[in-house]
């Protein structure tokens, strides 16, 4: 069975520092992996995709990948109260349509 | 990103009747479509998964027969909630995949908040 986890947090961090959030999977055939951020009544939205090794940086985020530990994480640098919200983990596996997610953990940021 | 168009954002209807929500992606084809339900405060639920011109695959304990899906084309797949209850008063979310294999990215619709009453 396909499992995702992350913790439910809240995570809470003060204005300006870095938020890390951190997925790990259980299925080492996964390929691709998702960042999604959805904020209280609202759909989510994605944020970042990662496919290799390694980091990738888009902005104030940054994805990192380790297959071999089957972990993903998500850095946010210089939070902003609005950065404040659940952040949900996605994981695809080759020849599946549908993404695993996990149940999310939400971020606080504090001004 | 892609844009995925939800429609209705919020809907209240009468106990017994039936609803139909639409799923369009705007810029993309979609080939496949994901209907979620989302309760307060709770995580994601995946309902059924879509494929353009084939019958959708639904999750465990998900009722076929009251939860109608529809993927006619590319850009469109329809949730039909029939003989709506109060317990299925929830936040149902579409999400649409394209082409290109396992590295293409998912995109979430607005959501609809239904009401029964």
């Known amino acids: 069975q396909k499992e995702v986890e992350q913790n439910s947090g809240p995570l809470s961090v003060p204005e300006g520092a870095i938020a890390s959030l951190n997925c790990t999977y259980s299925d080492r055939g996964s390929q691709s992996f998702f960042w999604y951020r959805q904020y209280s009544g609202k759909s989510p939205e994605l944020i970042m995709s990662i496919y290799s090794n390694g980091d990738k940086e888009d902005g104030r985020f940054t994805a990192q990948l380790n297959k071999a530990s089957q972990y993903v994480s998500l850095l946010i640098r210089d939070s902003q109260p609005s950065d404040s919200a659940t952040y949900l983990c996605a994981v695809g596996l080759s020849g599946y349509s549908t993404l695993t997610f996990g149940k999310g953990t939400m971020l606080l940021v504090s001004p | 990103g892609a844009v995925v168009s939800q429609h209705p954002s919020w809907v209240i209807c009468k106990s017994g009747t039936s609803v139909k929500i639409e799923c369009r992606s705007l810029?993309?084809?979609?080939?496949?479509m994901f209907w979620y339900r989302q309760f307060p405060k709770q995580s994601l639920m995946l309902m059924a998964t879509?494929?353009?011109?084939?019958?959708?695959?639904?999750e465990q304990g998900v009722e076929k027969d009251k939860f109608l899906i529809n993927h006619a084309s590319l850009t469109l797949s329809t949730l039909t909630v029939t003989s709506a209850h109060p317990e299925d008063s929830s936040f149902y979310i579409c999400?649409?995949?394209?082409?290109?294999?396992?590295?293409?990215?998912?995109?979430f619709g607005q959501g609809t908040r239904l009401t029964v009453v």
């Open positions: 879509s494929n353009e011109g084939s019958k959708a695959t639904y």
């Open positions: 810029d993309f084809q979609a080939t496949t």
């Open positions: 999400s649409a995949r394209g082409q290109g294999g396992v590295n293409t990215e998912a995109f």
